[in-house]
């Protein structure tokens, strides 16, 4: 019985000392997917940076079905970043800086659904039509 407890006892402490390593390594170099819901501290003095435009429908046509899906998570990330800053920003009662990206957001990612639907109805199985329908409705 002694035997069994000291053996038990080694391999919980072996087991926690390992596990304490390997959450400090963790911690050290992992990266927090919270941190992407906030923008990247910028120095007061840096300049102003230039934000781009909305996708345009043409530019999304030209684009494959997984290309547009990868563009709908980035634009869908990008509008919760912009969304948890400006609900942040709202209850320390400081103004949203540029305010203007979260409509160019909104227009690419509703351009996004609207090509993707306009394949959808030309897809002459109607099987497969339906199926792609279903799934851009659960965007």
């Keep these: 019985m002694m035997m069994l407890s000291r053996y038990f006892r080694r391999t919980l402490f072996t ?14 170099t992992a990266h927090n997917p919270l941190h992407d819901l906030f923008e990247k501290d910028r120095k007061p003095d840096d300049e102003k940076p230039v934000y781009g435009r909305s996708w345009k429908a043409s530019e999304l046509r030209l684009k494959s079905w997984d290309d547009l899906n990868k563009l709908w998570f980035v634009l869908l990330k990008e509008r919760n970043m912009l969304m948890t800053q400006r609900q942040m920003l709202h209850t320390q009662n400081l103004r949203f800086p540029n305010p203007e990206r979260l409509p160019k957001v909104r227009k690419s990612m509703c351009r996004i659904k609207h090509v993707l639907t306009e394949r959808a109805i030309d ?5 497969r039509s339906a199926e792609m329908k279903r799934i851009i409705n659960a965007l």
């Design 123 to 127: 897809e002459p199985d109607s099987r």
């Design 15 to 28: 087991a926690a000392r390992s596990e304490g390593c390997a959450a400090s390594m963790a911690s050290t």
